[in-house]
């Protein structure tokens, strides 16, 4: 059976949804909190995208605005494990790419650990080019330092 898919922008209705997913996604101590999501939805230079079929959030993106300039930044892609491969990702990217061109927007960029390789081929297959290696970018309080590949596309 096909559902129907719908990529929109995110209100706080989606709160809760979006904290799930996200729990589901990353461990608790790297998982931003409800507070956080709550201020990324809410506040003026951010824009939530929610991928939806029915009441089901399969996953979201977070864009960050550069005040003053035309550069937005990713902070976070998360899809629903269950769901990956089906090019939900993918669906996220574009869906970002068309807001921010109407926005005048005319770069994204974007860090990623050195270790998430599904999401490094991802940003490749979107059009994304590695532009700088930041050493020990990412800290976890029981790892250590992770290394972080930054990442950009012109519009």
Do not use: W
């Not at 993106?61 to 892609?77: C, F, H, K, N, S």
Request: aromatic letters at 10%; a positive charge.
């Amino acid at each position: 059976m096909h559902q129907n898919t719908n990529i929109r922008i995110a209100s706080t209705d989606d709160l809760e949804r979006i904290v799930a997913l996200e729990n589901l996604c990353f461990p608790k101590e790297f998982a931003y909190t409800r507070r956080q999501f709550r201020y990324f939805l809410m506040k003026a230079n951010s824009t939530v995208l929610v991928e939806t079929t029915e009441m089901l959030i399969r996953g979201f993106i977070i864009i960050l605005y550069r005040r003053g300039t035309t550069v937005a930044g990713i902070e976070t892609i998360n899809v629903d494990p269950i769901h990956r491969k089906k090019g939900i990702g993918l669906q996220l990217l574009s869906a970002t790419e068309k807001l921010l061109r109407k926005k005048g927007i005319h770069k994204i960029r974007l860090e990623v650990s050195t270790t998430n390789h599904a999401a490094i081929k991802l940003y490749k297959n979107a059009g994304f080019k590695k532009i700088a290696l930041l050493k020990k970018y990412y800290y976890y309080d029981h790892e250590g330092s992770r290394d972080a590949i930054r990442m950009v596309k012109e519009l």
